[in-house]
Each structure stands twice: as C-alpha cells, then as structure tokens.
C-alpha cells in the first residue's frame, strides 16, 4: 500500500490563482481531511468527509473547497489563492469510525505570492 | 467549540531526563487525546493516545494521563533520547478521529 499520498509536493502560486491539492489513499479509509499547518499554531482543519459524497467544514473552510466523488479521493481547491493562504497542506484518512487513528500524507507545501 | 492549549512551547532536556508536555481542553464532550510526533519536514505521526474512559495509558518509554475534571492531559517521556527530539503535537476530539482540534505544539530538545 502506498498510504496516503499527496502532490504537488511544492507549489508556488500567484495571488488569484486557482489551483487544486490532490489527496489519495488506497487503505479503502472511509473518513478523510485537510489540515493546514501555520508556523506556531498546529494543525487547523479545513474540511473533512466521512465517506464518498458526504463533506463538512473544519476550523477554517473559508477559501477553500472540497469533493468526495470516490472513496479514494479527496481533492482540496483553492478558489483564489491569497498571500494567507501560505502553509504547510497536509491531507489524513482513518479507516472508520471505530478507529480515530490518522494517517496523514506528507504534505504539500503552497507558497502565495 | 473545541479549544486546547498546549504548553510549553518549547522544552530542552538533557539526555536521559524526562520531559513532560501538558494540554488542556475545553469541551467536557470530547472523548479522544491522541498525541503526535513530527519530525522536521515529516508528516505528522501517532505515538499515543487515550479515550477518556481510561487515566492513563503506557508504551514502552511514553504514556499519556488523563484528568477528565480538570479537563487536562499530559505526555510523559522517559529516559530521553536524541531522537525523541521533535515537535509534539496533543490534540481533542469527539465522535469521529477526523475531526480532531490540535494544540499549538512543544519543540522538544533532547540534548546529549
């Protein structure tokens, strides 16, 4: 199993710019989301899903949107890219939820210029 | 809505000490204290958690307590190593492990 993958690993972006996370996992996890991490403030969460076609917001869903169209995919769109949006990605899934246990992927590093 | 508080920010420890990092929560709901490790440039990872049916939990040089009045739990490192040294992250939780507040995170020195 590859786990939980992410691309790009890198990106850079100009403010304005739209541009989509892409976020995998192949342990046929039913719960899936999006983190950012900022410098001093630890994981915030964007958006979750707990299962294919069914999405909710996290802490911080605003700039942001999600899908769930298949079990293994969960994309993350930034709509507009702004300066604020700068962070550290990281997608996670769980198998259940009889099992909090999260894997994260290892991150997508976004730079708004 | 969920909050924690995580503290300190930032702990040096000489090799072979224990270290010990707190977190606080506030909603008496939350019912899941998973504690995570992180490595420079690495992806978060589970070292340990705890329900909130149990106090206290142990692995090996790691365990975790759990004080459900005070609404406070705590990770304890013993026998320190050099590769222990990383940023820990405590987080809280309710229902689904998906949807889990994290503290602001402890930059651990294990210095030999």
């Known amino acids: 199993n590859a786990g939980v993958t992410q691309t790009p690993k890198f990106q850079v972006l100009k403010t304005g710019q739209s541009m989509t996370l892409q976020c995998a996992q192949d342990?046929?996890?039913?719960?899936m989301s999006w983190y950012r991490q900022d410098p001093g403030m630890g994981l915030r969460l964007i958006h979750y899903?707990?299962?294919?076609?069914?999405?909710d917001q996290g802490e911080v869903p605003n700039g942001y949107n999600v899908s769930r169209s298949t079990t293994e995919d969960f994309p993350l769109r930034l709509l507009s890219a702004a300066p604020s949006q700068t962070s550290v990605y990281f997608c996670?899934?769980?198998?259940?939820?009889?099992?909090?246990?999260?894997?994260f992927g290892p991150g997508t590093r976004l730079l708004v210029l | 809505g969920e909050n924690v508080e995580q503290h300190p920010s930032t702990l040096s420890v000489q090799e072979g000490d224990s270290a010990v990092i707190k977190c606080t929560y506030s909603?008496?709901?939350?019912?899941?204290f998973p504690w995570y490790k992180q490595e420079l440039g690495k992806r978060p990872q589970l070292i340990i958690d705890?329900?909130?049916?149990?106090g206290e939990k142990k692995d090996q040089r790691i365990a975790v307590t759990l004080n459900k009045t005070a609404k406070h739990f705590s990770l304890h490192i013993t026998e320190t190593q050099p590769e222990d040294s990383a940023v820990y992250f405590c987080?809280?939780?309710?229902?689904?492990?998906?949807?889990?507040?994290f503290g602001a995170g402890t930059i651990l020195r294990v210095k030999s």
């Open positions: 996670a899934s769980s198998y259940s939820r009889d099992s909090e246990t999260q894997y």
């Open positions: 987080a809280a939780g309710m229902e689904y492990g998906n949807k889990l507040v």
């Open positions: 705890i329900r909130s049916n149990v």
């Open positions: 899903s707990v299962g294919a076609g069914i999405t």
């Open positions: 342990m046929n996890h039913e719960y």
């Open positions: 909603d008496s709901a939350s019912n899941y």
